[in-house]
């Protein structure tokens, strides 16, 4: 290869750089414009996509402890609205210990989200809701319903 077109590859990866980097520095203050939603995404295969964690910066904070410090239990967690938290568990959680973790769970949501009712609503790795538990603020006792 002559050393023009070593010369011109360089300056087309150079040239490319610039207008990739230029295009997404515009289109993410564009993005930062524009009110968000709470759509989760889904893929164009029709997988499972992963939801946003949570649609305040304390719900996405709290839904990334959550999957950090389950130890492989929970694949994926969001928290809606301040007092809803919904958690995918992995294949290893027996179905014995749903209830249990769900308790945890809620002990967990409710520091961090104190003086509201609230929910946890647990789905199999499948995705399909297996358990709901509301926590009763007044009554500060917790409803379980499969």
């Not at 305040?56 to 990334?64: D, L, P």
């Not at 929970?74 to 249990?100: E, F």
Request: some cysteine; charged content about 20%; overall charge positive.
């Amino acid at each position: 290869m002559s050393l023009f077109h070593q010369f011109r590859k360089f300056l087309t990866a150079i040239v490319l750089v610039l207008v990739l980097t230029t295009t997404a520095a515009c289109s993410s203050t564009v993005q930062a414009k524009q009110p968000t939603t709470n759509i989760p995404t889904i893929s164009r295969t029709g997988e499972y996509a992963q939801l946003a964690r949570g649609n305040s910066t304390t719900g996405q904070e709290f839904g990334n402890w959550v999957v950090q410090t389950s130890k492989g239990l929970v694949k994926d967690a969001y928290v809606r609205d301040q007092n809803k938290l919904g958690v995918v568990i992995s294949p290893q959680v027996r179905p014995n210990d749903v209830k249990p973790l769900t308790k945890s769970l809620m002990q967990g949501f409710h520091k961090n989200f104190p003086n509201q009712d609230l929910t946890v609503l647990m789905y199999a790795p499948d995705k399909k809701l297996i358990l709901t538990a509301k926590y009763d603020v007044q009554s500060k006792k917790i409803e379980y319903k499969s």
